[in-house]
């Protein structure tokens, strides 16, 4: 059976997410922040114990993580001021996409292990993922597809400007 053109929706920009998923090397939460290259690594701020970052794949515009700087793979290895400020920096960014995105709510998560989904293995990070009523439809669940309706540079322009006013 031949597919019409208009029955497919390309996203070239997942191959390099899949060709490399397993086969990494170093850690992107020690390696980005060390390179001194904030607004190519997409890196938005930088706290004491923790920065955020973009996510590269992004779920919905605005998907966010937030990372502490020491390579630790579990949260029970974190200083309690490393948990605190993860947490006051989550708030923060959930702050800033509020004034930009004007998100409904939010999803807020750790995927610690590859059992449990993690993509980066062995440094504990904080996914926040803003979402609106409606935001997952057939594309996420049947095509296995995101659609975001800007590009990450454009996400990170709104986001950097925003955050030092939540802080």
């Given at each position: 059976m031949m597919v019409?053109?208009?029955?497919?929706?390309?996203?070239?920009?997942?191959?390099?997410?899949?060709?490399?998923a397993d086969v990494a090397e170093g850690c992107i939460f020690c390696d980005k922040p060390s390179e001194k290259r904030?607004?190519?690594?997409?890196?938005?701020?930088?706290?004491e114990t923790c920065f955020?970052?973009?996510?590269?794949?992004?779920?919905v515009s605005g998907h966010l993580m937030v990372?502490?700087?020491?390579?630790?793979?579990?949260?029970?290895?974190m200083t309690s001021?490393?948990?605190?400020?993860?947490?006051?920096?989550?708030?923060?960014?959930?702050r800033a996409l509020q004034a930009v995105y004007r998100p409904q709510g939010f999803n807020l998560g750790a995927?610690?292990?590859?059992?449990a989904g993690a993509g980066i293995v062995g440094h504990v990070h904080?996914?926040?993922?803003?979402?609106?009523?409606?935001?997952?439809n057939f594309?996420?669940?049947?095509?296995?597809?995101?659609?975001?309706?800007?590009?990450?540079?454009?996400?990170?322009?709104k986001l950097i400007e925003a955050l030092p006013n939540v802080l």
């Open positions: 019409a053109m208009s029955e497919r929706l390309w996203a070239p920009w997942r191959l390099q997410y899949i060709q490399n904030d607004r190519e690594n997409l890196i938005l701020h930088r706290f955020v970052i973009l996510n590269l794949f992004p779920y990372a502490p700087f020491r390579h630790l793979g579990e949260l029970n290895e001021e490393e948990k605190l400020e993860m947490i006051e920096a989550t708030d923060a960014c959930c995927n610690i292990g590859r059992s904080m996914h926040i993922v803003p979402r609106w009523a409606g935001d997952t594309m996420s669940v049947v095509g296995q597809t995101r659609v975001l309706p800007e590009s990450l540079e454009d996400t990170y322009d």
